[in-house]
C-alpha cells in the first residue's frame, strides 16, 4: 500500500497531469469556462491568501481541466453526430429522403436530428422549441385539417 501523500502534496499522477496542462491547447475558451462555473455556484480558486499578502491569485489548473474535459464532450458528441449522418447516407436513397436528405448532395452537415440522437446516448434530450416547425411536422398537420 502506497503511502498517503501529505495534504499540501498532490499525488504524482495529478502532477503529471497538471505539466501537461501547459501544453495542451484550450478548444473552450478559460473566459467561458470561468463564467459557466462562476454561474453554477463554482467560484475561483484562490491560493497566496495571507494578511501580508493583500493580492490573490487565481488558480487556472481547474479552469483548464474543466476546459479539456468540455472539449473532449464536444469531441465525442460531433464524432458521434457525423456517425448517426454517415449511417443515414449509407442506407439508402429511399432511407435519405424519408429523413429528408438530397441524395445528390454529398456534403456533410451536422443536423439537429443527428445531435439529438448523439446527445441521448449521454443522457442529453434535445427538444425542438413550440415554434419551430420541421418539413414533416408541417404535411402531418396539413393532413389533420
Known sequence: ????????QLP???????????????????QLVQYYMRKSGQGPIL??????DRECNEDM???QVVSLAAQRFLATVLNDAMQYH??????????????????KDKRRLLRTDDLAQALQ????????????????????????L
Open 86 to 103: 454517415k449511417m443515414k447516407r449509407a442506407a439508402g436513397v429511399k432511407a435519405m429522403k424519408e429523413a429528408g436528405l438530397d441524395p
Open 1 to 8: 500500500m502506497a503511502p498517503a501523500p501529505s495534504p499540501t
Open 47 to 52: 491560493y497566496n491568501i495571507s494578511a501580508d
Open 121 to 144: 446516448e449521454y443522457g442529453v434530450t434535445l427538444r425542438n422549441p413550440p415554434y419551430y416547425v420541421d418539413a414533416k411536422d408541417q404535411t402531418a398537420s396539413a393532413r389533420q
Open 12 to 30: 504524482p499522477s495529478t502532477e503529471q497531469v497538471y505539466a501537461g496542462l501547459a501544453e495542451a491547447p484550450l478548444v473552450v475558451p478559460p
Open 61 to 63: 489548473r481547474l479552469t
